[in-house]
């Protein structure tokens, strides 16, 4: 089947009471037409057309890299039948099925429009709707069939009469149509209730020229939740959550407590990882399997490699843990950084873009920034890379088995080689040969009996003030 695929996003959105485009709401980190649009490429289309309107400009900042999308401009949001005439233009030269989406439903899946696709194809309709059952149908398209259950019409919830309003079949919004039915849309007559053209209109048209239109009832109410007011927003968040959760516990991950956790659509979490409550995991961030993600760990954009754990209160952001690392309590793992297989990263301790080898530890307190660790390396407490000369970021480099004492400073650009040992409180602003010993703090001075001669002078200074005092 060739096809094409149109999204209607050029309404106003006056529900959302909000100066954003409607449809660049966000749910879970990405703007509701992403979904959308990433949904309708599932189908392979062979072009997507926006439609957009008056904040187009916004709409194609952000959509602007989507592959195959094209825009196509409805200057005055004159109804969903207008905007579809609108789409026309960019449809010029094209032969086969379009497929219409409104902008403002992310949650609809690939799976529900292949399978009405297949049926539209099979069934051979001019034009066919996708249509479903809805608890409290509100303020979605009421679907009137006749006597034969065939589609007569869509009547609008502000134009239906109290029977019509009973009905629970409903209008998704979504439709297929070949592309000689567009012509139908010049017919679309102005509807005086809300001076707009109707899109779903064009059914009742096309009924009435003899043409094949049909409606399918597929898929289940929560993913055609069509997002007009923010209470809806949040309901599309909620239903979208507890898919990607149903998902992930399919696949054998366990959360202990799923609704505090965040997670984005695109996050990927393998066999036997235990997610801790308040977790938010964010866009592309891919966990191993059996991997232990604590209590109130934000992760953003990483891979955490297998059987790694990420302990309570730990940030990390654009970074690779691999296999067996383990990071945190109270960590920060800052953009460009490789935590190495079965390293220790522990409490207060921040890293940034920087290379940790395999079983090195800093187990506390230190800050690591532009520097390159080797492997079986020891950090000891309050270690600092001062890579930072007020102008320009330096790099340190610290070879394979380097101890490093606690408390010590590394000037860079410093490097520190093979097996050296570095002094507790050393600053280090010359490069350290391998295996040497390198410390820089001064000798240490012992004062025999000195504590006993300071109690003296006390005692004879607090008699003294008495005296005084007495005259
Ligand atoms: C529409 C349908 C309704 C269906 C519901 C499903 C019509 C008349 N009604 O109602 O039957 O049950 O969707 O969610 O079609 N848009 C434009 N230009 C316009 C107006 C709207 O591009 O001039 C876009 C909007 O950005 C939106 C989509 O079309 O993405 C639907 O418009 P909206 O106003 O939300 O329609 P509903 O009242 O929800
Ligand atoms: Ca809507």
Redesign the pocket.
Known sequence: MKLAGVV????L?KRMNSSLP??LHRLHGAPMLHYVVNTLNTLRPQKIVI?I?KHGKEIREVMQDTGIVSFAE?RQ????G??LLKAAPALTGFKGTVIVV????PLITPDTLKKFLSLHERKRNDISLLSFTAKTPG???RIIRDERKQILS?I?DRDATAIQKKITE????VYALEIEALDLLNEIPLNRTKG?Y???DIIHIAREKGMKAEAFRIGTEDE?I?V?TREELEKAKQFMKERIINILQDKGVIFLDPHSVFLSPEVLIGRGTTIYPNVHLEGRTAIGSNCIICPNVRIQDSTIGVGAVVKDSTLIECSVLKKNASVGPFAHIRPGSEIGEGARIGNFVEVKQSVIGPRTKASHLSYIGDAKIGKDVNIGAGTITCNYDGHTKHTTVIEDNVFIGSDTQLIAPVSVGKGAFIGAGSTISRDVPSRALAVSRTAQKNIEGWAIKRQLRVKSSKLKVKELRKR
């Open positions: 209607l996003a050029a309404g959105g409607k449809v439609v309107g409805q949001a004159k109804g969903t207008d905007a409104n902008g403002d439903t303020s979605y398209g869509i609008e409903v209008n998704s919004g707009e109707y899109l779903t055609f069509g007009n």
